[in-house]
């Protein structure tokens, strides 16, 4: 059945186990190159989970190694004018009310850039059905990492070309 409610449907596209931190590093390598303007990327996950470490090896990748990323905790939104595209790194942890981040400009960086979401949950309804959910989690040693990939039809065929590294 092809309706617009089964287009919009999420369904799981894989779940990867990483190592350590260079295996996380290592799948922010591959998917950067993926991504286009308009992508919304959510990355759900506890403190810690490695949200933001997987953040800066994207950005490095697309903007040079010698880029500084810092974590937004504080001022919620990191910009980036990279060659091919803006990039918007948001860290919503401390965003009060889902309608605050309307005055960052949220809705800007979803229709013309790539958005980064950390804590995407903190959006409520504001957060777009259309785009790829990241889900990090803690496994069984100190540095191993559970990633469960999540997205729409479109998602499902651009991420075909995802090499397993
Ligand atoms: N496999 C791994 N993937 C990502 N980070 C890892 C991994 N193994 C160890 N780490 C470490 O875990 C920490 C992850 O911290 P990071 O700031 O990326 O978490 P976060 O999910 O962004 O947390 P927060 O919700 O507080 O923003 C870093 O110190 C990183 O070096
Ligand atoms: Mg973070």
Redesign the pocket.
């Known amino acids: 059945m092809t309706t617009a409610a089964a287009d919009t449907k999420t369904m799981s596209i894989r779940n990867m186990l ?4 260079a ?2 590093e290592s799948f922010a390598r591959r998917l950067a190159p993926l991504l286009r303007s308009g992508d919304i990327i959510a990355l759900g ?10 953040s800066r090896a994207l950005i490095c990748t697309l903007n040079g190694a010698d880029t500084e990323v810092p ?1 937004p ?1 504080f001022t919620l939104v990191q910009i980036y004018e990279l060659p091919e595209f803006d990039l918007w790194h948001f ?1 919503l ?1 401390r965003l009060e009310a889902a309608q605050d981040a309307l005055e960052l400009d949220i809705e800007d960086a979803f229709a013309t850039s790539v958005s980064l979401i ?2 995407p949950e903190r959006l409520g309804p504001y957060l777009p059905t259309n785009r790829l959910d990241i889900r ?1 989690s803690f496994a069984d040693t ?4 559970c990633l469960q990939i999540q997205g729409g039809n479109d998602w499902v065929s651009r991420l075909e070309s995802l090499n397993d590294g």
């Open positions: 990483l190592p350590d931190l295996a996380t996950g506890d403190l810690g989970a490695g949200k933001t470490a997987f974590s905790t860290d942890y950390e804590w990090f100190a540095t191993a990492r």
